[in-house]
Nanobody, 121 residues
Framework: QVQLAESGGGSVQPGGSLTLSCTAD????????MGWFRQAPGKGREGVAR????????YYADSVKGRFAIAQDNAKRTLKLYMNNLKPEDTAMYHC??????????????WGQGTQVTVST
């Protein structure tokens, strides 16, 4: 059974920072590419960041490049998403999942409940 649990979201002002965490079950965490995607109301899913779980190679969407960073803690089967200089357009529900290595969109059809990020004045 796929188990993914995200946490760390919240409400911040533009320019603020948040750190998201995701803990995965052992089988899911062993997938080649894990990452984060987001979905805002009325919009489609957008891949945000991806990491190759074997060697730590990363990918970022152009919209977050230079502001977000993804990291993994293999001992805890945890993914982190460090988000800096947040913008109102970053407002969305954020999910972690097994993702396509090419663009960080979800590949398995399974993801956690998500964690809400809201950026506003």
């Amino acid at each position: 059974q796929v188990q993914l649990a995200e946490s760390g979201g919240g409400s911040v002002q533009p320019g603020g920072s948040l750190t998201l965490s995701c803990t995965a079950d052992e089988k899911t965490y062993a997938k080649t590419c894990m990452g984060w995607f987001r979905q805002a109301p009325g919009k489609g899913r957008e891949g945000v960041a991806r990491i190759y779980t074997r060697d730590g190679g990363t990918y970022y969407a152009d919209s977050v490049k230079g502001r977000f960073a993804i990291a993994q803690d293999n001992a805890k089967r945890t993914l982190k998403l460090y988000m800096n200089n947040l913008k109102p357009e970053d407002t969305a529900m954020y999910h972690c999942a097994e993702v396509y290595c090419s663009d960080a969109t979800p590949s398995s059809g399974y993801w956690g409940q998500g964690t809400q990020v809201t950026v506003s004045t």
